[in-house]
């Protein structure tokens, strides 16, 4: 079936140091559209990058993925985390159906941790 | 951005009891949807709601659970009854186009 894997539930970094978060996907679906979803504590899921465009970079607030089918992948990464990146970030794979209806599948979600 | 609000954040129901999970979604928005996130899990897809009809409705959308959005109001999540597995975060979202989906905060349902 179709899924989101994100390998880290934990990842812990120093402020000014780069960091990446994985994830990784599997479905049968070509028309699909990521996104990476970020959850500051006590509040709601919002959308921090997304795209569906094979082998483009996309950006927004310092971070950036780029979307490689023929990897599965679509990573997270930060040249210089800071302490307010702090959150849980959730990796998310939209299928697009035909009778117009879209779900999003997710995957585990990654806390991201920034020390001083 | 837009703003979903759920409220209350947490509610606390006996088993066996009707409990209704409310969402206020985006003014303008025409496509809802519930998710379920037990905890330590992943957020899991349940519903979702167009034009006043379920459109689709995963394997975790028991008979027991019902939606509706009465005169184009709060979005709800009615379980009846509710079981203790039912305890979990049950995050409302809302689409002008399905293009994004704007979250809510999630309310927590412990069933006891």
């Known amino acids: 079936g179709d899924s989101v894997t994100q390998t880290e539930g934990l990842v812990t970094v120093t402020e000014g140091l780069p960091v990446k978060l994985n994830c990784t996907y599997q479905t049968t679906y070509l028309t699909i559209a990521f996104f990476w979803y970020v959850q500051y504590l006590n509040e709601a899921p919002q959308v921090l990058l997304k795209?569906?465009?094979d082998n483009k970079r996309t950006e927004h607030q310092g971070f950036h993925a780029t979307l490689h089918k023929s990897s599965s992948s679509f990573h997270l990464q930060k040249s210089s985390a800071q302490l307010s990146d702090s959150a849980l970030y959730y990796c998310?794979?939209?299928?697009?159906?035909?009778?117009?209806?879209?779900?999003?599948?997710w995957g585990l979600g990654t806390s991201l941790v920034v020390n001083p | 951005g837009p703003k979903v609000l759920q409220i209350p954040s947490h509610q606390i129901i006996d088993m066996g009891q009707m409990v209704t999970l409310n969402c206020d979604p985006v003014?303008?928005?025409?496509?809802f949807y519930w998710y379920k996130q037990i905890l330590g899990q992943q957020m899991e897809f349940l519903v979702n709601f167009y034009n006043g009809k379920v459109m689709e409705k995963s394997k975790l959308f028991k008979d027991q659970f019902s939606v509706e959005r009465p005169d184009g109001s709060y979005f709800t999540l009615k379980i009846q009854p509710t079981a203790l597995e039912d305890s979990a975060v049950y995050f409302c979202?809302?689409?002008?186009?399905?293009?994004?989906?704007?979250f809510g905060k999630g309310t927590r349902l412990t069933v006891v």
């Open positions: 998310a794979l939209r299928l697009s159906n035909v009778g117009d209806n879209s779900k999003l599948i």
């Open positions: 979202a809302s689409s002008p186009d399905r293009a994004e989906v704007f």
């Open positions: 795209s569906s465009t």
């Open positions: 003014s303008n928005h025409l496509y």
